[in-house]
């Protein structure tokens, strides 16, 4: 990803596993996105986190350092899931166990997808996508777009902010 650009994002855990079912790694994922956002590192525009996977509508403003905010926010979130897990659930801090130089666990599969939005056309058709995603069959987590908790659906909707980073597209976002 490049500063300055829209992206839709999906990262997954590591096989596909329904880790992001408990709301704690939900809330440590919401606590990463408001810090960084609070620090005007990144732009979020749109999300839903799943049981097993995140989508999410973001620009990234600046570094984090030395390194780009979706990395930050990918190794907080896995350095948080960690402790939470190796306290709480040892059984399952095995799932995540690698054989790597670098690490011992990890928790985010490495094929992240970030697509470049490149027209509000396709924006607003990623942002419906995101929303839509806890009523697919597969999911079924809610009835409608706006009852869903862990998503931007509900600001959209009904003007609702529950998480004070959410940026509205419709005041003024650009293609890139």
Not at 82 to 90: G, Y
Request: charged content about 25%; hydrophobic content about 35%; overall charge positive.
């Amino acid at each position: 990803m490049e500063l300055n650009k829209t992206y839709f994002y999906t990262a997954s855990i590591l096989g596909w596993r329904h880790l992001l079912k408990s709301e704690n790694y939900k809330n440590i994922m919401i606590e990463s996105l408001r810090y960084l956002s609070s620090k005007e590192l990144v732009i979020v525009y749109g999300f839903a986190i799943m049981p097993n996977h995140f989508h999410i509508i973001w620009k990234m403003l600046k570094y984090n350092g030395k390194e780009m905010p979706h990395t930050s926010f990918m190794k907080f979130t896995s350095h948080q899931f960690q402790k939470i897990l190796r306290n709480e659930n040892a059984y399952v801090h095995e799932f995540y166990g690698i054989n790597c130089k670098s690490r011992k666990y990890m928790f985010w599969q490495r094929d992240s997808l970030p697509f470049e939005l490149y027209s509000q056309k396709v924006f607003k058709q990623k942002l419906n996508y995101i929303h839509q995603n806890p009523l697919q069959k597969r999911w079924k987590l809610v009835d409608s777009p706006a009852e869903y908790i862990y998503s931007s659906a509900k600001f959209y909707e009904k003007d609702i902010d529950n998480f004070g980073f959410i940026k509205d597209y419709r005041l003024g976002w650009k293609e890139n």
